[in-house]
């Protein structure tokens, strides 16, 4: 139960931003007013202004409009509760679980935008599963830019794990191949492939990523086991757009969303979730290593609607 808490509490400094729009706004409405038609809209504009997206707002609306007009709901104040036992159904348990491979190296492919933290977040992924007692080999595929190589070297040496590199320039589909080849050969537990930052308008770059995907199936079977977008949540509703168009080049297993602090729409939680069904696995809560979490929506849910003064307790 210690631990619980302070996972949301951890949750709840970086979901301050959102919870002020969302459960301050529900305050702010409910106060005082009868349950009908018209509150029931102006809740669906508040779950709209929290970053929850279209798809979500008009799910949640629906769902309190059918309890509303079946008599399961019949004073405003409920609406809170009734909304947190929706959001907490959005994902099933086996959403959560990192995807393993039954035998030998699982396969874990990592995209995103250029400026995402997707570096950090590979090291936090990285971090985590040594933890667990796992070896981990990474692989540098974004052979464009040598600071993007360097810094998954200096994460790398900082956690005690080896690196694929190849030449700056070279075919990053090559470079996936030899790192495959060496987690197979070594016995390696999870190979992490780490690929250029991308832009999802530019499609070239895109049939990249597929390119790769394709060289990892080949050397072994049934990989990538995982295939992790990473997601700015300081972005809003465009990274459930990025979502929609990296999910069309391949086919995602999980969101590993980044920069979870103060400044986060973590609304955007739900409108993935929602927009495009893609699990988010993970959570980036700061700038080290130990600052992740796997995903858990019971705590993210409690975490959104906890109160200032609870969550001012919690961080005391």
Same mark, same amino acid.
Not at 56 to 80: H, N, T, V, W, Y
Not at 272 to 286: E, H, I, W
Not at 303 to 314: I, V
């Given at each position: 139960?210690?631990?619980?808490?302070?996972?949301? =509490?951890?949750?709840?400094?970086?979901?301050?931003?959102?919870?002020?729009?969302?459960?301050?706004?529900?305050?702010?409405?409910?106060?005082?007013?009868?349950?009908?038609?018209?509150?029931?809209?102006?809740?669906?504009?508040?779950?709209?202004?929290?970053?929850?997206? $279209? $798809?979500? %707002?008009?799910?949640?609306?629906?769902?309190?409009?059918?309890?509303?007009?079946? @008599?399961?709901?019949?004073?405003?104040?409920?609406?809170?509760?009734?909304?947190?036992?929706?959001?907490?159904?959005?994902? &099933?348990?086996?959403?959560?679980?990192?995807?393993?491979?039954?035998?030998?190296?699982?396969?874990?492919?990592?995209?995103?935008?250029?400026?995402?933290?997707?570096?950090?977040?590979?090291?936090?992924?990285?971090?985590?599963?040594?933890?667990?007692?796992?070896?981990?080999?990474?692989?540098?595929?974004?052979?464009?830019?040598?600071?993007?190589?360097?810094?998954?070297?200096?994460?790398?040496?900082?956690?005690?794990?080896?690196?694929?590199?190849?030449?700056?320039?070279?075919? &990053?589909? %090559?470079?996936?191949?030899?790192?495959?080849?060496?987690?197979?050969?070594?016995?390696?537990?999870?190979?992490?492939?780490?690929?250029?930052?991308?832009?999802?308008?530019?499609?070239?770059?895109?049939?990249?990523?597929?390119?790769?995907?394709?060289?990892?199936?080949?050397?072994?079977?049934?990989? &990538?086991?995982?295939?992790?977008?990473?997601?700015?949540?300081? $972005?809003?509703?465009?990274?459930?757009?990025?979502?929609?168009?990296?999910?069309?080049?391949?086919?995602?297993?999980?969101?590993?969303? =980044?920069?979870? !602090?103060?400044?986060?729409? @973590?609304?955007?939680?739900?409108? $993935?979730?929602? %927009?495009?069904?893609?699990?988010?696995?993970?959570?980036?809560?700061?700038?080290?290593?130990? !600052?992740?979490?796997?995903?858990?929506?019971?705590?993210?849910?409690?975490?959104?609607?906890?109160?200032?003064?609870?969550?001012?307790?919690?961080?005391?």
């Amino acid at each position: 139960m210690a631990l619980f808490r302070s996972v949301i =509490s951890k949750l709840a400094e970086g979901l301050r931003k959102t919870r002020q729009t969302l459960v301050g706004g529900l305050r702010a409405l409910l106060g005082g007013r009868v349950l009908d038609a018209a509150l029931l809209a102006e809740v669906e504009t508040t779950l709209l202004q929290a970053d929850v997206g $279209v $798809v979500a %707002a008009r799910r949640l609306s629906d769902s309190l409009r059918a309890d509303f007009r079946a @008599g399961a709901l019949a004073r405003s104040e409920d609406i809170p509760e009734h909304l947190k036992r929706q959001l907490k159904a959005m994902w &099933p348990e086996s959403d959560r679980r990192l995807n393993l491979a039954a035998s030998g190296t699982t396969v874990v492919l990592v995209t995103g935008i250029n400026g995402a933290g997707k570096t950090t977040s590979i090291a936090k992924l990285t971090a985590l599963l040594r933890r667990e007692g796992k070896t981990v080999l990474l692989a540098a595929c974004d052979t464009f830019r040598a600071g993007a190589v360097r810094q998954l070297e200096v994460w790398a040496e900082r956690l005690g794990v080896e690196l694929i590199r190849g030449q700056q320039g070279g075919d &990053p589909a %090559a470079v996936a191949y030899d790192a495959a080849k060496a987690a197979v050969s070594r016995g390696v537990d999870v190979l992490i492939v780490d690929t250029a930052g991308r832009l999802h308008t530019q499609d070239h770059l895109m049939r990249q990523l597929t390119k790769i995907r394709s060289v990892l199936q080949k050397v072994i079977a049934g990989s &990538p086991h995982e295939t992790l977008l990473v997601l700015d949540a300081t $972005v809003g509703q465009n990274a459930v757009r990025q979502a929609e168009e990296f999910a069309k080049a391949v086919p995602l297993t999980g969101i590993f969303l =980044s920069k979870l !602090d103060g400044t986060a729409r @973590g609304g955007v939680v739900i409108a $993935v979730r929602a %927009a495009t069904d893609v699990p988010v696995k993970f959570v980036g809560l700061g700038e080290t290593p130990e !600052d992740v979490e796997p995903f858990d929506p019971g705590a993210f849910v409690e975490a959104l609607f906890a109160s200032e003064a609870a969550s001012a307790a919690e961080r005391a």
